[in-house]
């Protein structure tokens, strides 16, 4: 599979996923609202959510995917096989002991997590036994990210990008049956989570068959291997995951704000997350065996060019989701979750919080491929450095914001010091001589940006022309409305670029013929 069709392969099944995962929302929106119960529901939910996505698919995936694509290249497939089912059995000795000690100890977590809901005893108590039904699903989904390592690292990107669609529809169905059997819809959600991951479980391992690959338990054995993979993941686990923990300490600052601050957030970062999830997840997966092949091979010709690639993706994709958020989300959030105890105020304060997390889109994006680049080299410690500065700066920035923007304040440091992030890892790169970046992305990098600048007027006109039937009493004639605007936007853009120089109308046909081994394709192609 080429580099841009395993970007459209991992974009496109994201999507889906996020489109599930905004089906959940606004079916959750409509049940739990903006109160207590959702409050601890999204806690409950951050904590597995947390440990998933800086160790699982955080890293765990930086560190195992380039080891076994080197012991794959260089010792062959059995070899790799035997190293993937090492890994599962460290996992495992260290996972299982790990989530049985969370769920006893939840009520201490629960004081770190959540330290706001100390004073409402009903809210604390709540949130702790909703985490407690949670938690089991780290050590699923790891089971799951160790399985997806595997199956990329052999170009079969499809299975793991489409795991998380059954996440999304099983909470759905969660809400869907909860009240006919009579169960309370918080608690419902929080056991679907579990369940979800042992589905996603059985899903990735009949993928793993179908590819010819089927993982034997073994006894626990600290091998050479498995030395320097835990030696990579313990920094890897800051580096890979900065935006959580980022979020993480957004949660526990909101819960010392009003009640509904968390839900505030929660929404917008869920809508912050389709372009973060559709590009950013999609470029770093694609890019990272990619690198790593060719790092391995010390082609660095090779390594520049996919590297100005995929910073071109994050641009010509990223910039315009952020200016769409930023301007556009308002109406974006009204028509998406406006109904049932989600109401007016609700939706403006949610929206508020978008615009503030949206300055960070394209850097979150950047960060993906850079952080890519640095872990292509087994090298681990750099971004973690970068991460522990960026989470500093972030929670002092958001204390100081606070007292006069409140939740909007929390959202905006983070949308903030993702730039400070992207800063940080292009001087190091510098430094060794890394950041080599071709001529056609230093052409093409300023005429996005204006491109992107000239949608989000047209996106003003847009919301002024269109907010009757945006705000109409009839559902279908809101998102009829909602979908011209987008449509519209993404028309503006895409012509603009064009007229500018930003992207070509050959980049599509050029991106789907190229291949990673066939080497840079003239100045038209992407791949």
């Known amino acids: ?77 059995a070899a790799a096989i035997r190293f993937a089912e090492e890994a599962l059995a460290l996992l495992l000795t ?24 100390v004073d409402d005893p009903a809210k604390f108590g709540l949130a702790v036994d909703m985490a407690r039904l949670t938690f089991p699903y780290l050590a699923l989904v790891s089971l799951v990210a160790l ?15 489409a795991a998380p669609i059954a996440f999304n529809l099983t ?30 479980v059985g899903w990735m391992a009949w993928a793993c068959r179908r590819a010819g690959v089927t993982l034997r338990l073994r ?3 600290m091998t050479e291997g498995m030395r320097r993979l835990f030696r990579l993941i313990g920094p890897g686990a800051l580096g890979a995951g900065v935006m959580q923990i980022n979020l993480f300490v957004n949660i526990l600052l909101a819960s ?34 990619v690198l790593a092949r060719h790092a391995a091979a010390g082609d660095d010709r090779m390594v520049r060019h996919y590297l100005s690639r995929a910073l071109e993706f994050s641009l010509l994709l990223g910039l315009p989701a952020a200016v769409a958020l930023g301007v556009a989300g308002e109406p974006i959030v009204a028509v998406l979750f406006q109904r049932g105890a989600f109401g007016p105020a609700e939706a403006q304060a949610t929206a508020m919080a978008l615009a503030a997390y949206a300055v960070g889109i394209p850097a979150y994006v950047i960060v993906k491929s850079l952080n890519a680049a640095f872990f292509a080299r087994h090298d681990t410690t750099t971004p973690v450095r970068v991460a522990v500065v960026v989470t500093v700066a972030t929670a002092v920035l958001a204390l100081a914001l606070m007292p006069w923007l409140e939740h909007v304040g929390i959202a905006l440091s983070t949308g903030l010091t993702a730039w400070l992030d992207v800063a940080l890892l292009v001087v190091a790169m510098r430094r060794r001589g890394l950041f080599d970046l071709d001529e056609r992305l ?6 996005i940006a204006v491109a992107a600048a000239g949608m989000g007027a047209a996106l003003l006109l847009g919301c002024w022309l269109l907010a009757p039937w945006l705000a109409a009493p009839a559902t279908a004639v809101r998102f009829a409305a909602l979908a011209l605007l987008v449509g519209g936007g993404a028309a503006a853009f895409g012509l603009l670029a064009v ?29």
């Open 1 to 77: 599979m080429n580099f841009a069709r395993a970007i459209a392969t991992v974009g496109g099944l994201t999507l889906l996923s996020r489109l599930a995962g905004f089906a959940r929302d606004i079916l959750t929106a409509a049940v739990l609202g903006a109160g207590p119960v959702a409050d601890a529901f999204f806690v409950a939910l951050k904590l597995p959510n947390l440990f998933r996505r800086l160790f699982a698919e955080g890293a765990f995936g930086v560190a195992f995917v380039p080891l076994f694509a080197a012991e794959l290249q260089t010792r062959g497939r």
């Open 94 to 117: 260290m996972l299982l002991p790990f989530t049985v000690a969370a769920i006893v100890a939840m009520p201490w977590l629960m004081h770190g997590l959540a330290p706001g809901f």
């Open 147 to 161: 399985l997806g390592g595997v199956l990329n690292a052999l170009d079969r990107f499809g299975p793991f990008a």
């Open 171 to 200: 909470l759905v169905a969660a809400l869907l049956i909860a009240p006919r059997l009579g169960l309370e819809p918080g608690r419902a959600m929080a056991a679907a989570v579990t369940l979800s991951g042992a589905v996603q």
């Open 219 to 221: 006894m626990p054995r």
């Open 256 to 289: 010392l704000l009003p009640s509904g601050s968390v839900s505030f957030l929660y929404y917008a970062d869920r809508l912050n997350q389709m372009p973060l999830g559709v590009i950013g997840i999609a470029i770093g997966t694609a890019l990272l065996p």
């Open 442 to 447: 230093k052409r093409r990098a300023p005429r």
């Open 499 to 527: 007229l500018l120089g930003g992207a070509s109308v050959g980049d599509l046909k050029a991106m789907l013929k190229s291949s990673p081994s066939a080497g840079p394709r003239a100045e038209g192609g992407l791949g």
